[in-house]
């Protein structure tokens, strides 16, 4: 591509309110422009990036089986009632009428169409297993959009999904689904790490999500360096200590003025944060479309897990309780406990507390507490489960050795979904003997602009971006220093494009000056300056991206040159 026929222009700066580096620059480079909230646009050489990262998935994805396919963005809102999410998925999901009122949805991701069309398609064992997948735009109203492509409300996503008998061919088609991410990653130059990931609005039986480790993300990783224990903190657990038995002690009311938190609390009372029990109230949006005030309990060092605790409840949603909604149920804000409340409250205990001995919790009244309160004399419980958040220090469950945690990116996701969509949908197959069985689903996601900006994210300097050659929009970026080159360079870039090099001939009459610092802002591996002085000196000066060194390659020798470096750039990056 020639620079004066592109469309999109460099910036000197970078735009203000851009909370991201990589972000930045592709916005500098002209990759992407904002369109609104969530929303960009792909400019050429943006759109050549995405085209190379999704080249790669697609021979990755057919490597296993794979073949693709397109579905509506506009689907029917009664696939939506079908599986149920219609109404448990929240505003992020587009719900929309068309002309004769008639509900329709922007589909965000597609289990429901592709199982209703899995049911008229599949129609006995010996059309299974089936892989299918697809690159499509998608639409999720998200109400936190940000990171430029990293969290956006329009994206693009790579949709997979998976047709077996039974949950043993469903494995199967996993492990290698798997594998395919991990080459996936490798071969793009992201290092990714996979982690257990949340069933979310998927449900199943299992999952793992492809997390980019970086500040920037907004998920946290939760890893043990000893053994590899690696989730997401969502659903991470931890080895929580077996408290020593003691014997139930009178329960006691004390004072403790102003000791409206766990360390105030503690100040006065001398104990340990692991004597305390805390309690956070939450409503939570029952399936029914009934709200339940929660009563969440956990001990005094530790912290509620939200989504352990919907997932326990069997919630679509929780969020915090407003104060009145706190008091309506007999609840003191700062010295709340289980004990007292008024009925219909939905008390749910972690299991550590409702294990634990004599703790010190709230007595529901103004400036006082209790000693002794104990799990099934003072208090009961609608639910008992684990529902904290694991942290730095804490144990790894698997070997007992301290967790880290690490802010990440999930770039990936694959969910063992079962039957639940199949079901719901109708798409059953029959066995050898006439039986009728449920299809055994898994979905597997990638987006791809998310990938794109993490790249962008991991591979940049001062100067600009750096692009690993697999998804680099172009692999070799002429510079041509003055109009008496201009010939040359011209049948340069045309043996370069005929020897299938792509190449970014930057043919605008600039200064060299600019030339390059342009050359470094869009980041593409291997620079070639085309001008009186390389001529003189023998050929073409040539430069990699990032490097300071110079070669003079004779022009005879240039395409053989050129695409040396392009497999050896390859190679180096697979081994990455």
């Keep these: 591509m020639k620079m004066s026929q592109s469309f999109g222009v460099t910036l000197r700066e970078i735009p203000s309110n851009t909370d991201s580096i990589g972000h930045g620059f592709l916005l500098r ?7 609104g909230q969530g929303i960009f646009g792909y400019l050429p050489i943006g759109w050549k990036v995405l085209r190379r990262i999704e080249a790669v998935i697609r021979e990755e994805m057919e490597s296993v089986g794979g073949v693709e396919l397109s579905m509506p963005l506009v689907q029917p809102a009664e696939l939506w009632r079908r599986s149920g999410r219609w109404d448990s998925v929240g505003p992020e999901l587009i719900r929309l009428k068309d002309r004769r009122q008639r509900d329709l949805v922007l589909a965000m991701t597609n289990e429901e169409a592709v199982a209703s069309i899995a049911a008229t398609e599949i129609r006995s064992s010996r059309d299974l297993p089936k892989l299918v997948y697809q ?13 430029g492509l990293i969290r956006t409300r329009e994206f693009t996503m790579k949709d997979a999904y998976s047709f077996d008998i039974d949950q043993a061919g469903l494995d199967n088609q996993y492990q290698r689904i798997f594998d395919a991410y991990t080459r996936i990653f490798q071969r ?6 996979a982690v257990g990931g949340d069933l979310g609005i998927m449900g199943g039986t299992g999952a793992h999500e492809f997390m980019y480790l970086n500040p920037i993300g907004e998920d946290t990783v939760v890893l043990c360096d000893r053994c590899g224990y690696a989730q997401n903190r969502q659903i991470a657990s931890i080895k929580k200590p077996e408290p020593d038995f003691e014997e139930q002690l009178p329960l006691e009311q004390i004072a403790t003025p102003d000791a409206t938190t766990i360390d105030a ?5 001398g104990l340990s944060k692991s004597r305390t029990a805390k309690v956070v109230f939450f409503s939570a949006l029952m399936s029914d479309n009934r709200e339940l005030p929660v009563v969440a309990l956990v001990r005094g060092d530790m912290s509620v897990n939200e989504y352990k605790l919907a997932a326990l409840l069997e919630a679509v949603q929780l969020r915090p309780s407003l104060e009145d909604e706190i008091t309506a149920i007999g609840a003191v804000p700062g010295y709340a406990s289980p004990i007292g409340l008024e009925p219909g409250a939905c008390v749910v205990a972690d299991d550590l507390v409702a294990s634990s001995w004599n703790l010190v919790m709230g007595a529901n009244v103004a400036g006082f507490h209790y000693l002794n309160g104990n799990f099934g004399r003072d208090y009961e419980a609608t639910r008992v489960g684990d529902i904290v958040s694991a942290n730095d220090g804490d144990l790894c469950p698997e070997c007992s050795f301290e967790l880290r945690t690490e802010r990440g990116v999930e770039v990936g996701n694959i969910f063992k979904l079962g039957t639940r969509f199949s079901v719901a949908l109708g798409a059953n197959y029959l066995d050898a003997n006439g039986s009728e069985h449920p299809i055994t689903m898994g979905c597997y996601g990638i987006g791809v602009g998310r990938l794109m900006a993490c790249l962008a994210e991991h591979y940049h300097d001062a100067s600009g971006l750096l692009w690993p050659i697999e998804v680099s929009p172009f692999q070799v970026h002429i510079c041509s220093i003055g109009m008496d080159v201009f010939p040359t360079a011209e049948v340069i870039y045309g043996e370069l494009e005929k020897a299938g090099i792509a190449t970014l001939w930057d043919d605008r009459d600039l200064r060299a000056g600019i030339q390059f610092s342009d050359a470094d802002l869009i980041g593409v591996p291997i620079r070639m300056t085309v001008s009186s002085r390389s001529l003189q000196a023998g050929g073409i000066e040539t430069k990699l991206r990032g490097g300071s060194e110079t070669e003079i390659v004779p022009i005879s020798r240039l395409v053989e040159w050129t695409s040396k470096m392009v497999s050896g750039l390859r190679e180096t990056n697979t081994a990455m």
């Design 29 to 35: 480079a002209g990759y992407v422009r904002q369109i």
């Design 135 to 147: 690159i499509q735009l998608k639409f999720r109203d998200d109400p936190r959009p940000r990171a």
């Design 188 to 193: 793009c130059g992201l290092p990714s790490t």
């Design 265 to 269: 609390l503690t100040m006065q009372t």
